[in-house]
């Protein structure tokens, strides 16, 4: 079963502006992730938020964390054309397994 | 810098072929995973190890097996390749339980004729 589902599906924005997308989970967590993935390329790892945390900034990323709501988002300030590509979030259970989502496909024009 | 080696960028295999998919990283961790990923399901966990020789199901284990003989190689084993097989295959390996980040291959493409 799919953990987390992001929203929108696919979000289309000219550089500079600012990229916010959503993921909604069904269970407790231990921490969430978010990974990115260049087209035909493995993920790579963006930023984890634990449980506990409400809010972590890393250079233009912002995430946040409602553990009440079971949701969080992945703000990507100042976009460039190169944050082109598919973002995913992803929720840890046991033995560090991690459950993904289908992912948002971000395309940032020039 | 983590390195997770997929032997296979792409792979053409005839249906009831057997197929294996070999992973390897290079920075002695504890846990590996196969993922598949698919448009519109994104990824879905096959098999994950927490140690050599262990393995457990994660969520679509149906048509495959897995073989962890070595801390760092992690083979995916398609006994009988199926149509439905036909996906992008992502391994991943992470430090311990607990730690968070996944370390991905760059992934095999897999199309079964």
């Known amino acids: 079963s799919q953990q987390g589902e992001e929203d929108p599906q696919a979000l289309s924005i000219q550089e500079g502006e600012n990229a916010t997308m959503n993921c909604s989970y069904k269970t407790s967590i231990n921490n969430l992730q978010w990974y990115r993935q260049n087209s035909g390329r493995g993920l790579v790892h963006l930023i984890l938020i634990r449980s506990n945390e409400r809010e972590k900034h890393s250079g233009r990323l912002r995430v946040t964390l409602d553990t009440s709501k079971k949701s969080s988002s992945l703000l990507i300030t100042a976009s460039r054309a190169a944050d082109t590509a598919s973002y995913f979030c992803?929720?840890?259970?046991?033995?560090?397994?991690?459950?993904f989502g289908q992912g948002t496909i971000l395309t940032v024009h020039p | 810098d983590v390195k997770v080696t997929q032997s296979s960028r792409y792979l053409v295999k005839r249906t009831g072929e057997k197929v294996f998919l070999e992973c390897v990283q290079d920075?002695?961790?504890?846990?590996m995973f196969w993922y598949r990923q698919d448009p519109g399901l994104g990824l879905r966990l096959i098999y994950f190890s927490y140690d050599v020789k262990m393995k457990e199901k994660g969520d679509i284990p149906e048509g495959y097996s897995v073989s962890r003989e070595k801390k760092e190689r992690f083979s995916l084993i398609l006994e009988s390749a199926s149509t439905n097989q036909t996906s992008m295959y992502l391994c991943?390996?992470?430090?311990?339980?607990?730690?968070?980040?996944?370390?991905f291959g760059e992934g095999s493409r897999l199309t079964v004729l």
């Open positions: 992803a929720t840890e259970g046991s033995y560090g397994k991690l459950t």
């Open positions: 991943a390996s992470s430090p311990r339980v607990g730690t968070g980040e996944l370390f």
């Open positions: 920075m002695d961790h504890e846990n």
